[in-house]
């Protein structure tokens, strides 16, 4: 009995614990909320203000036309509430000047930062999403090319939600084409904290005029600590991405056998580094295992032979090499250790890091690379030979 | 303060024994049958009245000097024929060239040598020929005999044997209960020949006096087992028992708990099947429900046909039932708890849809639902009263209204009707909880309302507690679960193959706990040529 009394106890504990967890509660009825859907952080003309602007969506413009008693006006499922103020917090709960509903973090998909404010810092910005409950971690950064503001004031297009569709396609070009960064709130926060890796975000622009402005993502933005310092292109962002082995599904354009473009399926892929110490000098050994198909062929040259397939793989091999290391020479010209070798050697040799870890801003433009590319072809698609009338 | 209220109680306590002592039967102590044939007739017209249903046949028959006696039965409830050609027809002609004495009684003698019937037994106190009486026996008296034959003959108009509207099958026996218990008795002995099936019947009620039988197959059920249903309904002092109602609700073990802790059935099969695995059950005459005990929570969710299917197909549905279940009565309250209180548990695509069903409706969700599900409520209650024809028509009715109605009025949102609509659906999937079910959902509806998911926890342990703290006359009511039993499994969330379970449930089967034999796979046999030389 008393066994069984001691029992019930335990369980009884560690039952009322996990009630405890279940945070912070309230009671709020949906139609009391306004759910935001993106954030974007611009510089205030006043300085040292900050002016934000909330993505928030209007229910009644969702749903479906049959929806009984809430006829829809047909305008736009959202809406842009600006507003400018001394801190992230305060100018978002100073909103609710303009906006009947309190907003409602959970559902935000996107932070953008404007260029200007991310080169002048954002920490002081960022510092609220990664505090308050409310918000997901998983929630992606992105900088403007121009404000924030003004990718948030276009039209979705196929979505209904601009903020919804710069999400999806920060994820969808990550899963399809790996050019640029995908990285979450929680990842963007452990680069910041790190001494020596450096933050990275989507950069997104906005291309044409009016009616047919459409936000693009168009690179890697490099934080130097939490400033903005520069921007891998597509080309430097995707070796950015093999090292990092975050490479999913990719497109690689080389020359074939005959000189014409072939393009190369890549659908897995692994990078490592393994840091070594020689001599004092900081070598990184990058090993990078990819896989991938034919997809496309632009010449005659029938590709099922192994000598073509070999060529292909050599050459699929080298462009992989060669846009690591144009990844690497920017990191170097900007001096920011997007790779995160700092961690990866701290984590191999903890001791001689002490030493190197404040000079690393010195050590990290003489790093020196050593590529293992391992470039493998699997299939050549549903046609053996190009599609020509010669040759059979 | 406190002296006066034990003092109140106190004073309740004698007044409820002074009023258990009023409302006995009828009859005070009863004399034996004398040898006077009109003082005997006048002793049970005291004791009987004078309702228009008694029958009193008097006529002389017999031997030389010929004899008075009396036939009394009541009208309705013995077969007539029976007793006009088993009992007056022998006396009335058989007797006379009979054995010419004027031994004794005769009586003897009229039951050894000229009534043409099985069932009849003498007996001398009134007390017992009047119980005969009433439940439908017919009696002899003879002048100068101090004894009285009680003949059962019974016979009347019966439910003929239908199939359960409660529990239907679509594979197994079509048999069900009727409301005698005789008949019931029966169909239990079809389908268990084996003499140690045991009934064992008992009259319960100082005015209806109610035949109740408690089955059982001795050798499995235990012991303890029917020395407690036996002490219980013992312990039952009340004037009427209508229904099997009425007893589960004076022996059950958790009286102040929304569980059942007795089961009950139409299907005599099912009922067989509770017997072999060693338990109990009281039949009630008047009803075709009949009760078993002791009774487990997973009993709910196993249902005849689960043995009668293959097993894989009846453990994905008795998987079903219980994910159906939950959702009868969880469902509201998750909704309620996620949307007012856990927008972030709502996927984004959804939590927009949802949104945009509750912009402008006028009520806080957990007022939406609770009408909701109190509205659903009071529809089923007016469809299973209703007679059929107009049942129909309340369903439409209240489709249309708490349906479609109400979600383009804009009062409800459509969701929250979707969320109704599948707790209704789920709740008749288990039948046996739908009552504490019903109850539950309103509870943790409130309890969401006020909480949110916090709340359903405290609620869910609150209820596992409960649950788990409850007995069903020594089994603890969580059984295989808890406590836990590894073998009992097999028949719990799934339903193993029948060659697969081998002994009965570990905490109701007593003595004899193997069910069957070993190696009883079947398996197609071996081909020719692997088989070794004979």
């Not at chain 1, 962002?237 to 999913?248: I, N, T």
């Not at chain 2, 070993?518 to 046999?525: C, D, E, F, N, V």
Request: hydrophobic share 45%.
């Amino acid at each position: 009995m008393r066994k069984f009394t001691w029992k019930a106890l335990k369980i009884a504990a560690c039952v009322l614990c996990m009630l405890s967890v279940s945070g912070c509660w309230n009671s709020r009825e949906l139609n009391t909320l306004s759910i935001v859907m993106g954030v974007g952080i611009d510089k205030a003309e006043e300085a040292g203000e900050v002016r934000i602007t909330a993505q928030v969506v209007r229910p009644g413009e969702i749903g479906s036309a049959q929806n009984g008693g809430q006829s829809s006006t047909g305008g736009d499922a959202f809406w842009n509430v600006k507003n400018t103020g001394l801190t992230v917090f305060s100018t978002i709960r100073d909103m609710t000047n303009q906006i009947s509903r309190k907003l409602f973090f959970s559902h935000n998909r996107i932070i953008i930062f404007g260029k200007s404010l991310a080169e002048e810092g954002v920490h002081g910005e960022v510092d609220f999403f990664a505090r308050d409950p409310e918000p997901r971690s998983n929630v992606y950064v992105l900088v403007a090319e121009g404000t924030a503001e003004e990718v948030l004031d276009t039209e979705a297009k196929l979505e209904k939600i601009p903020a919804d569709k710069i999400a999806d396609m920060v994820e969808g070009q990550t899963a399809a084409m790996s050019q640029s960064c995908k990285i979450k709130l929680s990842d963007f926060v452990l680069r910041l904290m790190s001494k020596t890796t450096a933050p990275i975000a989507t950069m997104i622009e906005v291309t044409g005029e009016g009616e047919e402005a459409v936000p693009t993502i168009c690179g890697t933005a490099v934080f130097k600590q939490d400033k903005l310092v520069g921007k891998l292109d597509k080309r430097e962002g995707r070796g950015l991405l093999w090292v990092l082995g975050e490479v999913e599904l990719s497109i690689i354009v080389v020359d074939g056998p005959d000189g014409s473009p072939v393009s190369l399926e890549s659908i897995r892929s692994s990078g490592k580094i393994t840091p070594e110490l020689r001599d004092g000098k900081v070598v990184m050994k990058i090993k990078i295992t990819e896989e991938g198909n034919v997809a496309e062929d632009t010449g005659t040259t029938p590709l099922n032979t192994t000598d073509a397939l070999a060529f292909l793989e050599q050459q699929k091999t080298e462009a992989i090499r060669s846009e690591i290391l144009a990844a690497f020479e920017k990191a170097k010209e900007l001096d920011a250790d997007i790779f995160g070798f700092g961690e990866a050697l701290y984590q191999k040799y903890p001791n001689e890091w002490k030493d190197m870890e404040d000079q690393w801003d010195e050590i990290f433009p003489t790093i020196e690379l050593e590529l293992d590319i391992d470039a493998q072809l699997r299939l050549t698609g549903r046609i053996n030979s190009p599609v020509t009338a010669d040759e059979g | 303060m406190f002296g006066y209220i034990i003092k109140k109680i106190r004073f309740r306590k004698i007044r409820n024994e002074n009023d258990a002592e009023q409302g006995r039967g009828a009859e005070g102590d009863l004399p034996a049958f004398s040898e006077d044939l009109e003082e005997n007739l006048k002793a049970l017209k005291l004791i009987l009245g004078k309702s228009g249903d008694i029958v009193l046949r008097r006529f002389t028959f017999g031997y030389k000097n010929g004899a008075e006696a009396a036939l009394l039965f009541i009208d309705g409830l013995v077969d007539k024929s029976l007793v006009h050609e088993n009992i007056m027809k022998p006396l009335m002609l058989g007797a006379v060239p009979a054995k010419e004495t004027s031994e004794g009684s005769g009586i003897a003698y009229i039951k050894s040598a000229l009534l043409y019937v099985g069932d009849l037994r003498e007996s001398a106190s009134v007390r017992e020929a009047v119980e005969g009486f009433l439940s439908g026996d017919t009696i002899l008296l003879v002048n100068g005999s101090k004894e009285a034959l009680i003949i059962s003959l019974r016979g009347w108009q019966n439910r003929s044997i239908e199939e359960p509207l409660t529990e239907s099958t679509v594979r197994g026996p079509r048999d069900g209960f009727t409301e005698t218990l005789r008949v019931n008795t029966m169909l239990l002995r079809r389908k268990i020949r084996c003499p140690d099936l045991t009934f064992e019947t008992v009259q319960i009620g100082v005015r209806t006096r109610t035949d109740v039988c408690i089955a059982y197959i001795d050798g499995l059920a235990s012991p303890g087992l029917i020395e407690e249903i036996k002490k219980r309904l013992g312990r039952i002092n009340t004037d009427a028992i209508l229904e099997s109602g009425y007893i589960e609700q004076f022996i059950e073990d958790a009286p102040f708990s929304i569980f059942s802790t007795v089961a009950n059935s139409e299907r005599p099969d099912k009922i067989a099947a509770k017997l072999l695995e060693g338990r109990a059950a009281i039949l009630v005459d008047g009803t075709p429900f009949v009760l078993t005990v002791p009774t487990l929570f997973i009993e709910s969710f196993q249902a005849a046909e689960d043995y009668y299917s293959r097993p894989y197909f009846a453990s994905v549905i008795r998987l079903l039932r219980y994910l159906a279940f939950f959702i009868s009565v969880l469902a509201p309250a998750l909704y309620v708890a996620m949307a007012t209180f856990h927008q972030e548990l709502i996927p984004t695509p959804l939590l927009l849809t949802v949104a945009s069903a509750h912009e402008g409706t006028p009520f806080p969700s957990v007022l939406e639902a609770g009408l909701m599900v109190i509205i659903f409520e009071i529809l089923r209650e007016a469809g299973v009263r209703l007679p059929r024809p107009v049942g129909s028509a309340v369903s439409i009715v209240g489709a249309l209204v708490i349906g479609d109605a109400a979600v383009s009025a804009g009062l409800i949102g459509a969701p929250m009707v979707i969320v109704v609509a599948m707790t209704a659906v789920s709740s008749f999937v288990v039948p046996p909880q739908t009552d504490a079910g019903a109850i539950m959902r309103l509870s943790f509806l409130i309890l969401a309302g006020m909480m949110g998911g916090y709340g359903i926890a405290i609620g869910l342990f609150a209820v596992f507690v409960h649950l788990a703290s409850l007995r069903s006359f020594g089994t603890p009511y969580l059984s295989a679960v808890a406590p836990f039993s590894k073998r009992d499994m097999k028949d719990t969330f799934i339903r193993a193959p029948l060659w697969s379970m081998r002994k009965r449930p570990e905490n109701i089967a007593a003595e004899d706990k193997v069910r069957q034999g070993t190696g009883l796979t079947p398996a197609p046999p071996e081909p020719e040529h692997q088989k070794p030389e004979a």
